[in-house]
């Protein structure tokens, strides 16, 4: 995972305070360095994922005196030695933050998910799977099928609600706005592209299975979660995508699309759920 060094300018007399308002979080270092007579810098490497915990304890605790201090931020590349967990995994509530980022309902992330829909909508329309593994790299669907897994396996209803409501008006948001494109443009039910995506096979399942094992590996050990989202939006965009487009051109078989994204999302699900019990994260009490 990525590192964070946080500088903290402040007077010395707060000095000692601030050092034990982010006692009780995890970070890798922390030392301080005399600037003057009176004021003095706090140095503090974390993860970028607990940064903004450290950031918001130091506020909070230096509320009264903000003004006199400054918190800079600062991304690290390398840090030697190496600092890891034995387990090289981040813990429950740091995916957790991850992945609420990545869920909350935001204007960006549904204009996303709309501009995901119209090009892969493009895509099947001109029968390219190349326009279409192009609109999965938009399709902000990662976050949402990630989260009912670990809510799942962690009894988490608030983040089962959150990822289940945003999982439910992103597909709406797909289905909707390709049903619109399909009653405008006429589409050819019997392009390859279409039919592979009303029907579930053996291949499609795998692919499911793979792609959110893979989706919650990758989140639990804090790598890149980019290229998985591209997977597991495979997975689920197309078949919402063609269930619109069918149902939007008066054609039959969008159920069947409509279903192969079901099954893809219980596929999704249950694998990254295994993950998440097998890797066993620790959750603060």
């Not at 007579?37 to 140095?43: V, Y």
């Not at 079901?262 to 699900?269: D, E, G, M, R």
Request: hydrophobic share 50%; aromatic share 4%; charged share 15%.
């Amino acid at each position: 995972m990525a590192g964070r060094l946080i500088e903290v300018f402040l007077p010395t007399e707060r000095l000692e305070l601030a050092r034990s308002s982010v006692s009780g979080l995890r970070v890798t270092s922390i030392w301080t360095e005399r600037l003057s007579e009176t004021h003095s810098q706090l140095h503090i490497l974390t993860d970028s994922a607990n940064s903004e915990k450290v950031t918001e304890k130091l506020s909070s605790a230096l509320a009264d005196t903000i003004e006199d201090i400054r918190i800079i931020c600062l991304p690290v590349e390398a840090s030697i030695p190496e600092q890891k967990s034995s387990s090289g995994m981040i813990s429950y509530d740091e995916l957790k933050q991850d992945i609420v980022e990545m869920t909350s309902p935001s204007p960006s992330t549904w204009i996303l998910t709309f501009l995901s829909a119209v090009v892969a909508a493009a895509g099947l329309y001109r029968n390219s799977a190349t326009i279409l593994i192009g609109a999965m790299v938009i399709a902000p669907l990662l976050g949402p099928s990630v989260g009912l897994s670990l809510s799942l396996v962690h009894c988490d209803r608030k983040l089962f609600g959150l990822s289940l409501r945003e999982m439910i008006i992103r597909s709406l948001i797909a289905v909707i706005f390709s049903a619109l494109l399909g009653m405008v443009f006429t589409v050819n039910p019997a392009l390859s592209e279409i039919t592979s995506r009303i029907q579930a096979g053996p291949s499609d399942i795998v692919l499911a299975l793979a792609s959110g094992a893979a989706g919650a590996i990758a989140l639990c050990t804090g790598g890149s979660s980019t290229l998985i989202g591209v997977m597991v939006a495979v997975a689920l965009m197309p078949p919402l995508v063609t269930a619109g487009l069918l149902w939007g051109g008066g054609h039959s078989g969008w159920q069947g699309g409509l279903s192969l994204f079901a099954l893809n999302l219980a596929c999704i699900v249950v694998s990254g759920s295994v993950v998440f019990v097998i890797r066993k994260l620790s959750r603060s009490r």
